[in-house]
């Protein structure tokens, strides 16, 4: 099994910058048999690499050995959502409860942080957190034909 | 990530980004990018190449978009890729960051006053 692969279907990789390119070449080779087609493997890969830069970016302060995990289940045969998992044990941080940014009349007056975690708000069907133990539980829902 | 840079007439300079406008990509660009944009007042971002961009590229934009404004000039795309166009307007920067069919009109475009 090859570093960082906690099982077929889930993965563990250091929250460092190199691991978002990473997780994806990881995604991309686990949806290639569900067929996602191009708009749904265009929003799962802008949604987990925005996830994954902000736990890359924020989780750990001041720390470099932190990790995190994805998980990813897809049932063509159910109802054909593809479910992203995200943990992470670093600072607690709620997606779900982070404002929408709102958006700048004029570019002069732009705020140009914070466009992430909105994103995914837009890309996804359903976003769920949980805070269990010391870990950080962000589930993403992409319905398959509504992205 | 490759960036490519060109002089037009009428002190036009189009920016030619190529690739992955992510992580990676942003790091890779940000400098020539930055520079090629920031000294001027006329500026077309071409991404015809660019098939994927994430919210870091996103602030790369409008980073740019907002120091060539402050010195009284336009930046707009043009070429924009089916992906790019749905994440500029689920970011609400479709406004912002204005995204032209042609070079020609993005091109016609900075020639207005800001």
Redesign the interface.
Known sequence: MPAGEAGANRIELPAQ?DS??RLWDWLAGRLGPIEPGPELS?AI??CA??IA?NIVMHAYPGRADGTFAVGLEADPAADGAVRLSFEDWGIPFDPTAHAP?A??G???E?E??G??I??VR??VQQMAYERHGAANRLTLVFARGAS | MQISVEKLPDAVTRVVLSGPLDIKGAAAVELPFTTATSANERVVVDVAEVDYVASIGLRLLVSAARTVSRRGGRLVLCHTTENVSKVLAMSGLSQMLPSFPTLEEAVAAVRQPA
């Open positions: 910058p978002i390119s265009h890969r802008l690499e925005e830069t940014a958006a700048a004029t570019v002069a732009a140009i942080g466009l992430g909105p994103l837009g890309f």
